[in-house]
């Protein structure tokens, strides 16, 4: 069966919507681009290289992200951790998302009581 | 293979600003590089690089917005301004060049006297959307906030005036369209009289008028059209009536008719030998005249009532405070 163009996009619009937080949550520990790509689809949080890449540079330009270029290794590896300015924000966000989520979760169940 | 991993990285800075080039460059590579990990076959680093998608698309996330000449906030706002612009110019340009037609030394001819102010109408509104336009680009360049308008409680009450008080854009604009028809009509007939004629097969063309007799009739005519187009402007720019508009909309309408009533009854001005072919005498000619000032007389009288209605009825409640009734 074909799928439904409408639906996927209003899925995809759905998830895009909390890509950033997503990323945020995962940065308490620096990660480089591929790794933290890596990371998040592990735990079923599938994201677009080219969407990762940009974003990262993105919240580091809104300093919610400070970076580090690691050259020890043979190749070198900028990676990301959260700024205090990040952390809090993180923290902001999270509830909002939980409250929304919540919120939302009400009014599916009230549909599903009809 | 590392040189087509070079180019899809350049080709994607390529897009970005210059102090973001270099830093950019070198993380995407480094990404790509650990996404390609050990197995630097072609195959497998051209699968790698189109699944990165298009570098042009990349790297307007990199960008993080759009990029436009005139933004979607502005539009509005840069929409109206060149509209209002084209139709100043516009305006101008045509009656500036058909006065300078009248004026010339040698006799016009009906070509030159269609075909210049078209020509001259084009180059000045090519002109106008050029600038208009470049300016508004800039302005976008430079993040100049210049959205339509403020959106509080002052433009709330605003929206809430009597509707049938609004003068609706599309006639004012017909109007103005049809004044300078007109008065391109009236300059053709300043310039070259004889071409309101009775044409035959067999015989030179009858003139309606005495061409000489005529013209300065059609001056003191074309002055009644720009000022009825001045008010019209007026009501284009103002879009809604007021008592002043009112008047000075229903002064012109009447000063148009009466004026060409005035001219039409110079009975000196018809040539008596049109009419004798066709109403058959001077007495009938002048039946018909006559009856026909009094059915534009009439028709005006009506049109003017219709605006009087639209603007006094509504006014009284407008006034009365906040407690409005609907």
Not at chain 1, 21 to 49: M, N, R, T
């Amino acid at each position: 069966m074909k799928e439904d163009p409408i639906l996927s996009n209003l899925i995809t619009e759905l998830k895009r919507g909390n890509l950033t937080l997503c990323v945020l949550s995962q940065l308490k520990k620096p990660q480089y681009g591929y790794s933290l790509l890596q990371l998040l689809a592990d735990k079923q949080i599938p994201i677009e290289a080219n969407t990762l890449y940009p974003l990262l540079r993105r919240l580091e330009v809104q300093e919610l992200l400070s970076s580090t270029w690691d050259t020890s290794e043979a190749r070198p590896r900028k990676f990301y951790v959260l700024s205090d300015k990040g952390t809090a924000l993180l923290s902001e966000l999270g509830k909002a998302w939980q409250e929304h989520y919540q919120r939302v979760g009400a009014l599916l169940a009230e549909e599903g009581h009809e | 293979m590392s040189d087509l991993i070079g180019r899809y990285v350049e080709e994607t800075v390529r897009h970005l600003s210059l102090k973001e080039r270099a830093e950019v460059a070198k993380e995407l590579e480094a990404n790509i590089q650990d996404m390609i990990g050990g197995d630097d076959s072609e195959q497998h680093v051209e699968q790698v690089l189109l699944d990165m998608g298009s570098p042009s698309v990349l790297a307007k996330q990199y960008r993080g917005k759009e990029r436009y000449l005139i933004g979607p906030e502005t539009f509005d706002f840069y929409w109206m301004v060149l509209k209002l612009v084209c139709l100043v110019v516009g305006i101008v340009t045509v009656v500036i060049t058909l006065i300078s037609l009248f004026f010339t030394e040698s006799p016009v001819g009906i070509g030159t006297m269609i075909a210049k102010p078209i020509a001259s109408l084009f180059s000045a509104l090519s002109g106008a959307f050029l600038w208009v336009t470049i300016t508004f680009a800039i302005m976008d360049y430079y993040q100049v906030n210049a959205t339509l308008e403020s959106w509080d409680a002052k433009a709330l009450h605003d929206l809430e005036e009597a509707p049938t008080r609004l003068i609706k854009k599309s006639d004012s604009i017909a109007d103005l369209v049809g004044l300078s028809v007109f008065f391109l009509l009236l300059a053709v007939l300043f310039n070259r009289p004889e071409l309101i004629a009775l044409y035959r097969k067999d015989a030179a063309p009858v003139p309606l008028f005495i061409g000489q007799a005529l013209r300065p009739y059609v001056i003191g005519w074309m002055a009644t059209v720009i000022l009825s187009f001045i008010v019209s402007a007026l009501k284009w720019f103002k879009g809604k009536w007021t008592s002043t508009l009112f008047v000075l909309s229903a002064s012109v309408d009447l000063l148009g008719i009466i004026y060409f009533i005035f001219v039409a009854t110079r009975w000196k001005l018809y040539n008596p030998a049109f009419l004798t072919i066709f109403p058959g005498s001077m007495t009938r000619w002048q039946i018909i005249i006559k009856a026909a000032s009094v059915v534009l007389l009439i028709l005006t009288l009506i049109g003017n009532g219709d605006d009087a209605y639209t603007v006094f009825r509504r006014t009284r409640p407008d006034e009365a405070g906040p407690a409005r009734q609907r």
